[in-house]
């Protein structure tokens, strides 16, 4: 009895062993599934990429999820409580805007920014490019316009030169720059490592003594959109795009750099100051954050991991993160979805509050330097009001042009917008100073500004041609510039 | 052999149980005391209280812990980057304030604010109250200017009524005011429950609707501190403490208010702006910056708890939280002190920039207008001017007269500042325009206001005269007030 006991437990023993043993085998395979999943992603690719590839659409049999998110920029809009998905005409807006910046392109056509997949179309179809090949002998601008729209950048840089590169005109390289923002401009296209393809910023922070290509993987991860999104400038005849961080990221460094050299974007037609038109420095208002500075990068939140099946990838459709809270701030921030979109609202309201008051204060200070030139003002009488006029507007633009920078960097945007303001009305009080001596003590007149065509007007734009000469630009330049680009090889699709 | 060894091993398991049961008897016995040393607190009082008991020393027997880290704030300053722990003469750091308050009792004197301990003896000493009774038949205070000042006041308006309590003069109750802010300012003395002692703050709520009778414990520990640390003003004949929340908290809310019901605290002397002379809007910027939002207390930073043996209580040596970032900041966040302390410099750096230039263009509108006057302005032509001027003090005072308002809601002060700064310059614009009109087109020569004294003098104050009655005042007044208070048993010791 006791030995046939002991048998039968023996086998019990064994199946239940057995039985367990299986089911291990299940998980570990199914782990292993998983890691296979990941790594058949980088070991079997499809298909073998060049090292300057620039047609994104090769890259979708290899990266399938990646290309996915990415194709979806073509939907995304930067939202805010102001504007939807769709690029919307900021210069109807806000027609102020058109007297900042009389004088220049951009008082012609301004919208608010579309994805990444829009870049290169925009780009050419906005009226600051103009119209070249149609306005015969009026080329407005240089190839360095071309350098953040797409892949095509880095492949053409890698060819023929960086310098030789931005010396061209823009319409020289109409059919060579034509696939948007993609792959390679961030990717190492044989190892998809984050790859900085810009020179500029290489440079900029060579000056300041670091070398970025020894950045961590989280550094990268912000670096990689600081290629594009920062201020910049283009640097004498051979217009070489310049990052202007020699003396530090602030709106009162970079001011420094550009009085040292004398810089000046344009002069405004209105009232004679030089201006410089800021970019888009949005890392560096990222940089002045609390997020910047607790080291979340760009990324965290613009490109947010998702989880699929075995794989943990980043969502290449960059857009606010307001569309996605539940994977961008919920990640650390344990409030509800409608507390933290409130949250990002209220401070775009505080600032948007200064900006409106800025732009009217500073849309004045323009249009009374005019009235005072007419008067027959002198330049010692106008220089103090001029250089406030000029230190007010870089405060603006350097507020406003960067995307997003209303959140991330609330405090500090404030702090610039209050600068701003306080310089356009000192310049509106030494402009009336001024018109006193001439012997004019009424209030200046305004002119109606009061909608984008009647500010286009007022600053002498011919608003009609313009648009006639782009559209025939479009039916006509573009499509040979695609015609090209296709019989060379440069687009994927036929 | 088997027989004696089950009984050798039942004699092992029950001594080893006797051990065990021990131990658990020893920790259980700790467990207790430590709950018997913390509900002795509160059944074993060892002085039993009057209901509404003025005198802080007593309730150093019952509660020592509290007492003394209350008693410590005779040591604390609200450290900032600008100022240690002593009480800082900011007219002397800041002249350009004595012109803000021309004609108004901050001009004489004005300190950076001491701990709670100090209350009442800075209220007595400071020009601000003048010296009645030394300078006779000038009274520049009512009564109300006690009501934050200690304990002595909730027991005052209970057994003399309310009304009939502000509607004295200062000096009617000098020797009935003799205990600093303390104990029973925030608790109920037989439950030490916490309490809301001045009526004010519970009239302002009503008026909005809200019981704060009903408050949680966590709301409590804001709202007792909101007894005193808002903004407020003394309404009508009778100096009826208000606070000003009809229409919300904000600062253009309060201004509404005011502007709706015509209030002003004084007339500038110079400019002869009617201006609103901001309280110390504490807990309304609290509720506008993300700690007040996130629902982190007043007490949550400034009283953190301390674990003392079985006892865990609230650290009564109200300070800035920068004294004990180990107990405050890092309780939720894990930066290292240096980063943490460095965070709240760099944001009230940037308000402070902002703050010097808003108080620096206000000073000079302020003189400008009274040159416009002196040069034959009239009411019209001023007006404009004069209701800028008003509108930009409100907004300078509010950002700064409340304690630590540059941290408590960084965007929120700064856009406060800006508005102010704005103004501030389209004060001295409208007012540049006046001049010009009447011939006037140079600028004004503005007076050497470099110091505290110039300014003073400036502004017409006898310096000499204040201090001098003051002193007497100190030297005879107040040692009779004293006195009387002891012989009438209102202070603990004698």
Same mark, same amino acid.
């Given at each position: 009895?006791?030995?046939?006991?002991?048998?039968?437990?023996?086998?019990?023993?064994?199946?239940?062993?057995?039985?367990?043993?299986?089911?291990?085998?299940?998980?570990?395979?199914?782990?292993?599934?998983r890691h296979?999943?990941?790594?058949?992603?980088?070991?079997?690719?499809?298909?073998?990429?060049k090292?300057?590839?620039?047609?994104?659409?090769?890259f979708?049999?290899?990266?399938?999820?990646?290309?996915?998110?990415?194709?979806?920029?073509?939907?995304?809009?930067?939202?805010?409580?102001?504007?939807?998905n769709?690029?919307?005409?900021?210069?109807a807006?806000?027609?102020?805007?058109?007297?900042?910046?009389?004088?220049?392109?951009?008082s012609?056509?301004?919208?608010?920014?579309?994805?990444?997949?829009?870049?290169?179309?925009?780009?050419?179809?906005?009226?600051?490019?103009?119209?070249?090949?149609?306005?015969?002998?009026?080329?407005?601008?240089?190839?360095?316009?071309?350098t953040c729209?797409?892949?095509?950048?880095?492949?053409?840089?890698?060819?023929?030169?960086?310098?030789?590169?931005?010396?061209?005109?823009?319409?020289?390289?109409?059919?060579?720059?034509?696939?948007?923002?993609?792959?390679?401009?961030?990717?190492?296209?044989?190892?998809?490592?984050?790859?900085?393809s810009?020179?500029?910023?290489?440079?900029?922070?060579?000056?300041?003594?670091?070398?970025?290509?020894?950045?961590?993987?989280?550094?990268?991860?912000?670096?990689?959109? !600081?290629?594009?999104?920062? =201020?910049?400038?283009?640097?004498?005849?051979?217009?070489?795009?310049?990052l202007p +961080? @020699? #003396? &530090?990221?602030?709106?009162?460094?970079?001011?420094?750099?550009?009085?040292?050299?004398?810089f000046?974007?344009?002069?405004?037609?209105?009232?004679?100051?030089?201006?410089?038109?800021a970019?888009?420095p949005?890392?560096?208002?990222?940089?002045?954050?609390?997020?910047?500075?607790?080291?979340?990068?760009?990324?965290?939140?613009?490109?947010?991991?998702?989880?699929?099946?075995?794989?943990?990838?980043?969502?290449?459709?960059?857009?606010?993160?307001?569309?996605?809270?539940?994977?961008?701030?919920?990640?650390c921030?344990?409030?509800?979805?409608?507390?933290?979109?409130?949250?990002?609202?209220?401070?775009?309201?505080?600032?948007?509050? !200064?900006?409106?008051?800025? =732009?009217?204060?500073?849309?004045?200070?323009?249009?009374?330097?005019?009235?005072? +030139? @007419? #008067? &027959?003002?002198?330049?010692?009488?106008?220089?103090p009001?001029?250089?406030?006029?000029?230190?007010?507007?870089?405060?603006?633009?350097?507020?406003?042009?960067?995307?997003?920078?209303?959140?991330?960097?609330?405090?500090?945007?404030?702090?610039?917008?209050?600068?701003?303001?306080?310089?356009?009305?000192?310049?509106?009080?030494?402009?009336s100073?001024v018109?006193?001596?001439?012997?004019?003590?009424?209030?200046?007149?305004?002119?109606?500004?009061?909608?984008?065509?009647?500010?286009?007007?007022?600053i002498?734009?011919?608003?009609?041609?313009?648009?006639?000469?782009?559209?025939?630009?479009?039916?006509?330049?573009?499509?040979?510039?695609?015609?090209?680009?296709? =019989?060379?090889?440069?687009?994927?699709?036929?």
């Amino acid at each position: 009895m006791k030995k046939r006991l002991k048998s039968w437990q023996g086998w019990l023993l064994f199946v239940c062993a057995m039985i367990v043993i299986f089911l291990l085998g299940l998980l570990s395979s199914s782990i292993n599934q998983r890691h296979a999943e990941v790594a058949s992603i980088y070991n079997n690719k499809k298909v073998d990429l060049k090292k300057q590839e620039s047609r994104n659409e090769l890259f979708n049999v290899n990266y399938p999820r990646e290309y996915e998110t990415w194709d979806a920029t073509k939907e995304s809009g930067f939202n805010t409580e102001y504007n939807g998905n769709d690029a919307k005409d900021v210069l109807a807006m806000r027609p102020n805007m058109v007297i900042l910046w009389a004088g220049y392109s951009f008082s012609k056509e301004y919208n608010t920014p579309r994805g990444h997949m829009h870049a290169l179309e925009d780009n050419r179809a906005i009226l600051r490019t103009g119209a070249p090949n149609v306005t015969l002998g009026k080329e407005p601008m240089p190839a360095t316009c071309w350098t953040c729209k797409g892949p095509d950048v880095p492949r053409l840089m890698d060819s023929i030169g960086i310098a030789q590169f931005y010396g061209q005109k823009w319409s020289d390289l109409g059919s060579e720059i034509v696939n948007p923002v993609g792959c390679s401009d961030c990717h190492d296209t044989k190892t998809m490592d984050l790859r900085i393809s810009r020179p500029a910023l290489v440079e900029a922070f060579a000056r300041r003594g670091k070398d970025i290509t020894k950045s961590s993987f989280q550094e990268m991860r912000s670096l990689v959109c !600081a290629q594009c999104h920062v =201020e910049y400038y283009f640097k004498g005849k051979g217009n070489y795009l310049t990052l202007p +961080w @020699d #003396k &530090g990221f602030t709106v009162e460094d970079i001011e420094k750099y550009y009085d040292e050299i004398d810089f000046a974007d344009f002069t405004n037609k209105l009232s004679r100051a030089r201006i410089i038109k800021a970019q888009h420095p949005g890392y560096e208002t990222w940089k002045m954050g609390i997020h910047g500075q607790r080291g979340v990068s760009c990324a965290d939140c613009h490109m947010p991991y998702i989880s699929e099946g075995g794989v943990k990838f980043s969502d290449h459709h960059v857009q606010s993160p307001l569309a996605n809270i539940n994977r961008t701030c919920q990640t650390c921030h344990r409030e509800s979805e409608e507390t933290l979109r409130e949250d990002v609202y209220k401070r775009q309201r505080k600032v948007d509050e !200064a900006r409106t008051s800025l =732009e009217s204060e500073l849309a004045k200070a323009h249009i009374e330097a005019k009235f005072a +030139w @007419d #008067k &027959g003002a002198n330049e010692n009488q106008m220089a103090p009001a001029l250089k406030l006029i000029r230190q007010s507007q870089w405060r603006w633009d350097f507020a406003v042009a960067s995307h997003g920078a209303s959140f991330h960097a609330p405090q500090e945007i404030q702090r610039i917008l209050s600068g701003g303001l306080e310089r356009a009305v000192k310049a509106r009080l030494s402009i009336s100073k001024v018109l006193a001596k001439l012997g004019y003590t009424d209030d200046v007149i305004l002119p109606d500004i009061s909608s984008k065509a009647k500010a286009q007007k007022y600053i002498g734009l011919d608003m009609d041609q313009l648009n006639k000469d782009k559209a025939e630009f479009k039916k006509t330049v573009i499509p040979q510039w695609l015609k090209k680009a296709r =019989e060379n090889g440069r687009l994927a699709k036929n």
